[in-house]
C-alpha cells in the first residue's frame, strides 16, 4: 500500500505540473479559452494514456515539443512503473496461493508457530538431520517470504481450524514462539483439540506458570538459559564445573575461552606447556571461525579453545587460559532478560556488577549508571577504562557492534562478552573486538533440537552455528580400519577432525596422528555439517549416530 500511495502521490505530482506549463504556453499561443485548469487536467490525462481525442491542440512548435514529452513520459509511467511496481506483483500474489493445509501424508512431524531468527536456526538443524516440520505464520507478509524455503500455513495458530489443517493429530511435538500472551492462547487451543507436547518460548520467566497453567507440557527460556552461561563463564570458576560442556567417552569436551594476558598467547597447540596439563586441544574459534587443529596451530587473543580431558587436567588447562589477577569492576551495558539473569547469577557467586542501562533502576544493590551503552561519555562514567570485564546484552545488533568498538578502544585489556541477536551479526561483534559472542538464536535451537530428538538434557551447551559432533561405528569391512589418524589426514581431506574413540566401552581420549583406528571403534567426529557429510559418503555410513 505505501509503494501504491508514492506511486499515486507522484503521479499527481506529475499531472499538476504537466498542467501548470499547458495553461502557460495555451496563454502564450493566445487559445485562452484552453488556459484553465480542468481543460489542463483533462489535456494532460488524455495525453498521458495516449488516448489524444484531437479536441485541444497546440499549434507551435514549443507546445508540440511539450506534447510529445507528455505522451512519452505517460508510456513510461505505464509500462516501467505501474507495470512492474503495481500490477505484476498483484498478479503474482494472485498465482501464488499460500498453502492452506500441510500435505496429507505429513505425520511424526514438527509445527512451529511463529517465524523468527530462532526459528531460522532451528529450521536449518532439521533440514540437515531431515526432520519433518511446518511453519504456522500469522503475517502474510513474512509466511509468503519463507515460503520458498519451508513448509508454511498462513494463519493463526490459536484457531482450531488452523491446527487441524497443520495435522496435529499426527504431530511429534508443537513449538509455540511467540509472546508469552500469544503462547498462553496456543496452548489453550491445542488441549482442546490434542495431547501433543507443547514447548512453549518464555520471554518472561516469571509468566511461566501461567503457561504450563494454559497447557504447555515444557516452558524453556533462552534468555535465561544464555544469561546464566555468561555469568558461568565470566565468574570465578569453580573446580570441576564447565558451563555448556558435552560429555563424551568418559571425558568432557568444553570450551575456554583465551583472557586477555593468558600466557597461552602465541604458543603453539601442541607446546609441552598444554600437553602437560593432560587435555587434548582439538580445535580453536578464532573470531567465530572453527579451526580444526592439525598440529602446528598458533593460539592469539581472542580466541576461544575446544579442549576435551577429565575435570582435572580440563582445571590445569583453564587456570593457563587466564591472564595475571586484575583488580577492577565488571560491568554489564543492558539490564534486560539476558542482563536481569546475569546480575542474579553473579549476585550468588558473590560478585556485583556495575550495570549501565537507560533507565533508572530503582531499589537495586549493585552500582547503576543511567545512560546510552553506546556513548563514550556514559561507558567511561561507569568504569569501562578499569574494568576487569565488558558484558554487552543490547536488544539491538548495531548498538552491540557500536558498544564493542567503543568498549574496547578505552580497554585494550579487558574481556569483552557480546551477545549476537542474529547468528549473522556474530561476525561484525567478533571484528568489532569482542573476545566472545554468545547468540541468543543457537541458544534456543540447538535446545529445541534436543527436545525434538526426545533428548531429556536441559543444561545449555553451547556449540557454534555450523558446527556438530557425530559418532561413526567403524563396521566390518571399513576401509578405516588399520590405518593410522595421521594416514587419514582427515583435516585436509574433509576439514574435520576425531576428537575420540570409544573401544570395547573403554574411552580413549588422547587420540594422535599415531592413533590406528580398529574394527568396532566408535568415532567422535567434529567438523561443519559439510565436512562430516563427505567423510560419511567416502566411508559409505549413511545413517551417522549424533
Known amino acids: ?17 504537466y498542467g501548470v506549463v499547458f495553461m502557460e504556453l495555451m496563454s502564450c499561443e493566445g487559445q485562452l479559452d484552453n488556459a484553465d485548469t480542468v481543460t489542463a487536467v483533462y489535456w494532460v490525462i488524455t495525453t498521458m494514456t495516449t488516448v489524444g481525442y484531437g479536441d485541444v491542440v497546440f ?27 503495481i500490477v505484476t506483483p498483484g498478479l503474482e500474489r494472485l498465482s501464488h496461493e499460500l498453502p492452506s493445509k500441510a ?8 509445527i512451529i508457530c ?11 538443524i532439521f533440514q540437515r538431520q531431515t526432520v519433518p516440520f511446518l511453519v504456522i505464520e500469522r503475517s502474510e507478509e513474512t509466511a509468503r517470504k519463507i515460503s520458498k524455503r519451508y513448509q508454511v500455513i498462513w494463519g493463526d495458530p490459536a484457531e482450531k481450524g488452523v491446527l487441524a489443517s497443520a495435522n496435529i493429530q499426527s504431530a511429534r ?3 509455540a514462539n511467540e509472546r508469552d500472551e500469544r503462547n498462553a492462547e496456543i496452548a489453550l487451543t491445542v488441549r482442546e483439540i490434542s495431547d501433543v507436547v507443547v514447548v512453549a518460548l518464555a520471554e518472561d520467566l516469571a509468566k511461566a506458570r501461567f503457561l504450563s497453567y494454559a497447557g504447555a507440557s515444557r516452558i524453556i527460556s533462552p534468555k535465561s538459559l544464555l544469561g546464566t552461561f555468561i555469568a558461568q563463564i565470566t565468574s570465578p570458576p569453580r573446580k570441576g564445573v564447565f558451563p555448556g560442556a558435552v560429555k563424551l567417552f568418559g571425558g568432557v569436551l568444553v570450551e575456554l575461552p583465551i583472557y586477555p594476558g593468558s600466557p597461552l598467547i602465541g604458543k603453539e597447540v601442541r607446546d609441552p606447556v598444554l600437553i602437560e596439563t593432560g587435555a587434548r586441544v582439538v580445535g580453536m574459534w578464532q573470531k567465530g571461525s572453527f579451526v580444526s587443529i592439525p598440529g602446528e596451530e598458533v593460539i592469539r587473543s581472542h580466541s576461544v579453545l575446544m579442549a576435551l580431558g577429565v575435570a582435572e587436567s580440563l582445571d590445569r588447562l583453564r587456570e593457563l587460559t587466564f591472564g595475571p589477577p586484575r583488580e577492577g569492576p565488571l560491568m554489564l551495558i543492558g539490564y534486560g532478560d539476558v542482563g536481569r539473569r546475569i546480575v542474579k547469577v553473579l549476585s550468588e557467586r558473590g560478585v556485583s556488577p556495575s550495570v549501565v542501562d537507560k533507565r533508572e533502576l530503582c531499589d537495586v544493590c549493585f552500582r547503576h549508571v543511567a545512560g546510552d551503552g553506546t556513548t563514550e561519555e556514559v561507558l567511561v562514567k561507569s568504569g569501562a577504562k578499569e574494568a576487569v570485564a565488558v558484558l554487552i546484552m543490547l536488544n539491538d545488533d548495531s548498538d552491540v557492534v557500536f558498544a564493542t568498538l567503543l568498549a574496547r578502544n578505552l580497554n585494550g585489556d579487558a574481556f569483552i562478552v557480546a551477545r549476537a541477536n542474529h547468528i549473522s551479526s556474530a561476525e561484525k561483534i567478533y571484528r568489532a573486538g569482542a573476545d566472545y559472542v554468545a547468540s541468543v538464536p543457537i541458544v534456543a535451537s540447538q535446545m529445541l533440537a534436543r527436545i525434538a530428538q526426545r533428548q531429556e538434557e536441559e543444561e545449555f551447551t553451547m556449540i557454534y ?14 576401509r578405516l580400519v588399520g590405518k593410522s589418524l595421521g594416514e587419514l589426514n582427515l583435516q585436509k581431506k574433509f576439514g574435520c577432525t576425531v576428537a575420540a574413540i570409544e573401544r570395547d566401552g573403554r574411552g580413549i581420549l588422547a587420540v594422535g596422528p599415531d592413533t590406528v583406528v580398529e574394527r568396532g571403534d566408535l568415532l567422535a567426529v567434529i567438523g561443519s555439517f559439510e565436512s562430516i557429510e563427505k567423510f560419511s559418503r567416502r566411508y559409505r555410513w549413511r545413517n551417522p549416530l549424533r
Open 1 to 17: 500500500m505505501r509503494r501504491v500511495f508514492c506511486y499515486v502521490l507522484a503521479a499527481l505530482l506529475l499531472v499538476a505540473l
Open 59 to 85: 499549434e507551435s512548435l514549443a507546445g508540440r515539443i511539450f506534447s510529445s514529452i507528455v505522451g512519452l513520459s505517460g508510456i513510461f509511467i505505464l509500462f516501467a512503473v505501474a507495470l512492474p511496481l
Open 173 to 175: 511435538l508443537l513449538i
Open 465 to 478: 552455528e555450523e558446527l556438530e559432533m557425530a559418532r561413526f561405528r567403524v563396521g566390518f569391512g571399513s
Open 114 to 124: 511463529g517465524y523468527n531468527p530462532i526459528v531460522e536456526a532451528l529450521a536449518e
Open 103 to 110: 500435505p496429507p501424508k505429513m505425520r511424526d512431524h514438527i
